[in-house]
């Protein structure tokens, strides 16, 4: 595609991200944006007093919408840096890794300059480098349709006061296609390779790697590869997702490591830069960041010609790493002028007779599924569909809503159910447009040569163009579509049904009220369709998406309302992977955990230490938060990277076991520093913490295994976990004694699927399951760690039995009919209370989970153990699978100090065994930072990082007394002696 500058007055400007050195631009001021937003690059919250956007010397961010990726309290929302008062502040929460603030203009303006009143704490003199928080934060600005056309990077904002920036000129009209070869706007034309090479025997790891061309970052979501893999988190396309939380790690033992990235295309490349990767902070005490001193970065042509290299110099204490290439000259024949991506098909002249457009659907004619990457509805070049309101008449899973669909990414994709035969698509553009083409960018499997013919599932459906009046304007087959991956299709439609509407310009508004002193307006021209950078964080809406608060749901009490005293909660639960098919069982590849009505932010630790290392957390659009653990997919070789397997007394060699079961293993198998059976137990260790208050409404977890109708993709598995997640009520005072009566409530789960006669599932009896419940109080604040099976607290707590046994099983909600019926909530719950004195902070509880396999109602799934057999299950043969337990504790937290919550001694380890212990803190203000005070304390092999991890592999033996400092948010700090003992 030949590089567009429509109005650009310099045919030699040049696009320089990240940090502005000296470049010339065109003869307007500033640069045209709708859109500012900030990000942090280091996991840290953003909070600033006040964001100023000039142009003209106005300051157009005054009160106009802001939002940011959460906020810290309801006092600190987003709208408080746009509030024009220098004594309120935004903050997005603590907990958010990934925190970004935005406005959004209402228009496009040209911003000359921003200003950041940085927020201090305490006073300006700053004694707990708040100010230090927006340090290597990201500045963007977008164009009002969603096009990154600047970005710059803070630097260090340690001890400023207001952070300034001046911005380049870069006007409205410029088109923000990358540079495709030859231009003559950079001398580094021809691009198709960058090659990053160690010089001194280190490893080669990056945060990311961005190459810039025409301000678009040409290398996102490119194939990456490299030398050697560190472990499987940290491959090469880890450098090029557009995650500074992820990083590309090539071996240790790899003495001339490489990583490299294929453009697929060649481009004019005008800037390169790299987010080097430090270690436990920014601060990087191990001096990570200067692994890449040395190292030499080349751009290579599309005949391996190497146009440009030069080292990376001394990286220490470089987190962001600029170049500037200047090529030599391209040892390639010219290249010729591309026509337009067959993404963004070239629209036809304005005198198109397809107006009036508000609807485009999609309708399967064969019973066949419909599943696009991407549908695009081009108005003057503009895809009109990004974004808006898209539906379906079925869903496959979550993971394939219809927005999918329209949400500028490539790596995802709307799905509608196998089981619909009459499926349809449908996106709704809210306005009437003048359609000139449609581009579908068709869902292929496994791999482009779409080995299963996925392609081939659009054939011969319809697409449709509706008018506001509901007419069909304009109607087509989509034909044969195998090996189509890109359909695209020029409309000529029917005269419309309604009144004349005039054609609506996708990216002009009408003027909006402006102070007297007006900033200079920019016109704004329709901007090519397809970007290498299209991401849904790189490419913001119009109008961003309004992000509420929500507050943490509180639990029901029967408290007076003055009580002071809160509580968190804890679930670690050992599980099992069983999933059984028609002939066999499934292997499984990650586990998703569900907390209804509990935003992400509430849950402030999760259990890693398993196959599957740290979680994901996504907050739901219903308010809800869902942890997914999950395998990586090897798209080369076709396998996934993690599994979890069946237990081999359920499968050997292939083969089920007749009448095998699965037998408890106590849980040190469940986890990666348990036994050495972990790999092949079958059974993973998985466990969340929530924050004082928080309580979900319900709590559900899942199996994930392969979706069997798309390769490569995970699915969550029908048949449910049945380990009922624990709910805790406090009541302070409540107790006969005076004590704080602490119930715990889990609910017997309901039916699973509606049966073939009615038309609800509510009618029948839930599954059975046999529950044994052991109980123990403790004077100290418990974690996580405690609450593994073969810890000293757990062994107590199995030492303490509640209840022997008790079959639990979910009661009707409904007759036959599918009619309500009144059923008293208890009769479907176990719920556990008993007094604890002001001695004991924390109460356990274990449940063992199993299944029946007695006798059943074959109508309504009614147990029917014999008499005296449903408290003897054990000795009546009618005891199941053993199929996981689940760990509960609340804390009692007497005021909200900060506190070390692992006691000591800590668990004991063993020479020369990988030895892993997370530390716990409770109160405060979290997020916690760990130090010690003599680093010498420590076995040697090792480490503390600072989010409280000790782990490593110890080299000797013996008893050492640590000295841990932790101190919180608000640099309020404790200390606490503890115990550590290596055997032999």
Known sequence: MANKSVFCTSPNMKLLAFFLIGAKYAESSGTCARILKLESTTGVPLHMFEVQAFSSSVNVAFNKTATQSSTYSSSYVATKAVDGLANTFSHTSVADANAWWMVDFDESDNIESVNILNRYCGSQADPNNCLGRLSNARLSLIDNQGNTLHTTYLSDTTSILKVQVTLPNIPCASS?????????????????????????????????VQALSSGVNVAFNKNATQSSTHSSSYVATKAVDNNNNTFSHTAVSDANAWWMVDLQEDFVIDSMAIINRYCQSVSDPSNCLGRLSDATLSLIDQQGAVRYTTSLGNTASKHVITILPSCSSSSSTPVPTKSPATFSTTSPSSSSICSDVTKVKIQATTGAV????????????????????????????????????????????????????????????????????MAIINRYCQSVSDPSNCLGRLSDAALSLIDQQGAVRFTTSLGNTASKHVITILPTCLPSSSTPVPSKSPTTSAPSQKPTVAPTKMLSTPVPTKSPASSPSQKPTVTPTKMSTISPVSPTTNAPTSFQTSFGSLSNWDTYCVVPNATSYEKCHGFEIELEDLPCSSVYYTFSYNRYGTPNKTDTNTGGCIVTYQSGYDDVNHHWLVTTPVPSSLVQNGQVVP?????????????????????????????????????????????????????????????????????????????????????????????????????????????????????????????????????????????????????????????????????????????????????????????????????????????????????????????????????????????????????????????????????????????????????????????LSSDGIISGTPTSSGNATLELTVQDYDATSVSKLLSLTMAD
């Open 370 to 437: 419909i599943q696009m990457f991407e549908v695009q509805a081009l108005s003057s070049g503009v895809n009109v569909a990004f974004n808006k309101n898209a539906t379906q008449s079925s869903t496959h899973s979550s993971s394939y809503v219809a927005t999918k669909a329209v949400d500028n990414n490539n790596n995802t994709f709307s799905h509608t159910a196998v089981s619909d035969a009459n499926a349809w698509w449908m996106v709704d553009l809210q306005e009437d447009f003048v359609i000139d083409s």
């Open 176 to 208: 923000l296609s990358p540079t495709k070869s030859p231009s003559t706007s950079s001398s580094c034309s021809d691009i198709k390779q960058i090659k990053i090479q160690a010089t001194t025997g280190a490893v080669i790891q990056m945060f990311e």
């Open 659 to 943: 009448n095998g079961k699965v037998v408890p293993t106590g849980g040190h198998s469940c986890f990666s520093s348990g036994q050495s059976d972990y790999a092949t137990s079958g059974c993973e260790h998985f466990g969340v913490s929530l924050g004082a208050g928080a309580s979900p409404s319900a709590t559900k977890y899942r199996w994930l295994i392969e979706n069997p109708n798309v390769p490569g993709t995970l699915m969550a598995s029908s048949t449910r976990v049945g380990i009922p997640a624990v709910t805790w009520n406090v009541q302070v005072g409540a107790g006969a004694g005076g004590g704080n009566i602490v119930a715990a409530v889990i609910v017997a789960e309901p039916p699973e699927e509606e049966d073939e006669q009615h038309n609800c599932a509510c009618w029948k009896w839930g599954e059975p399951r046999f529950v044994k419940v052991y109980t123990t109080e403790i004077e100290y604040e418990v974690d996580l760690d405690h609450l593994l099976t073969d810890s000293a607290e757990m062994n107590q707590t199995k030492n303490e039995t509640e209840i022997e046994w008790i079959l639990m099983q979910g009661r009707p909600t409904c007759d036959e009919d599918c009619q309500p019926v009144v059923v008293n909530e208890t009769e479907n719950e176990l719920e556990l209370s008993n007094e604890v004195g002001d001695s004991k902070t924390s109460i356990i509880r274990r449940y063992e989970f199993y299944e029946y396999a007695g006798a059943v109602n074959p109508e309504d799934n009614e147990a029917q153990p014999d008499n005296g057999c449903e408290n003897h299950p054990d000795t009546c043969d009618i005891l199941g699978n053993y199929f996981g337990a689940q760990m509960a504790a609340a804390v009692i937290l007497h005021g909200d100090g900060l506190k070390i919550a692992t006691q000591s001694p800590v668990m004991a380890g063993k020479k020369d065994v990988e030895y892993i212990l997370m530390l716990t803190a409770i109160g405060g203000s979290p997020p916690y930072t760990w130090s010690l005070s003599n680093l010498g304390d420590l076995f040697a092999g090792l480490t």
